[in-house]
């Protein structure tokens, strides 16, 4: 079991930057993907984006363009770099690192960060 400490979340104006960071108790490197996830009062948990061991990455059609995940596996340490935020992007982003064995995902859970987007 890894701890997974997120941080840097706030309030923001639209068209802002934030940077969220991800940190991991143990080893980033065994688990098969990291991520982000945002949920949104009233809506289910959605991916924002991941990131392979390797660096490759996939990211939602909303943040597209707009977000960057990046990994540090030296620290341990997963970032989400949010910039033109709209108000839609208001939620409570959780860190994510995913294993997979024989078939059987498992997942391992931040307390997440609030975000906020508003003037």
């Known amino acids: 079991q890894v701890q997974l400490v997120e941080s840097g979340g706030g309030l923001v104006q639209p068209g802002g930057s934030l940077r969220l960071s991800c940190a991991a108790s143990?080893?980033?490197?065994?688990?098969?993907?990291m991520g982000w996830y945002r949920q949104a009062p009233g809506k289910q948990r959605e991916l924002v984006a991941n990131?392979?061991?390797?660096?490759?990455?996939n990211y939602a059609a909303s943040v597209l363009g707009r977000f960057t995940i990046s990994r540090d596996n030296a620290k341990n340490t997963v970032y989400l770099q949010m910039s033109t935020l709209k108000p839609e992007d208001t939620a409570v982003y959780y860190c994510?690192?995913?294993?997979?064995?024989?078939?059987?995902?498992?997942?391992?859970w931040g307390q997440g960060t609030q975000v906020t987007v508003s003037s």
């Open positions: 994510n690192a995913a294993r997979w064995d024989r078939g059987v995902r498992y997942d391992n």
């Open positions: 143990g080893s980033i490197f065994s688990f098969n993907v």
């Open positions: 990131v392979s061991p390797g660096g490759s990455t």
